[in-house]
């Protein structure tokens, strides 16, 4: 008889707040390796964000949907809504987040 153990690993996704939007503001975070996303559901109001590229890409193919989203010194869990690819290569332009009620 074999037993098997669930190795759950916790992924946290570090994301800033961000105040500027549009189409140029968006391209400018990009040339600099950000990636602009947004975080909305349970009632509460949508929430512009950015984070990393690279490390949000490694996040996407490690094949992790439920993460822990660290912002403004709190964290909470969300799940990927969204992912929006550049069609002519591997990277991620856009993602939109939904926060995840634990009480559910």
Request: no cysteine; glycine share 6%; aromatic share 6%.
């Amino acid at each position: 008889m074999s037993t098997e153990t669930a190795i759950v690993k916790k992924i946290t996704l570090a994301a800033e707040k961000r105040t500027k939007t549009g189409t140029s503001e968006s391209r400018r975070l990009r040339r600099e390796g950000l990636v602009p996303g947004n975080i909305y559901g349970h009632k509460q109001e949508p929430i512009s964000i950015t984070v990393s590229g690279k490390t949000l890409e490694k996040l996407i193919y490690s094949g992790s949907h439920l993460i822990d989203l660290e912002l403004d010194g709190k964290t909470n869990k969300a799940l990927f809504r969204e992912v929006q690819w550049d069609t002519f290569s591997t990277h991620v332009i856009h993602f939109d987040l939904l926060w995840v009620d634990q009480q559910e």
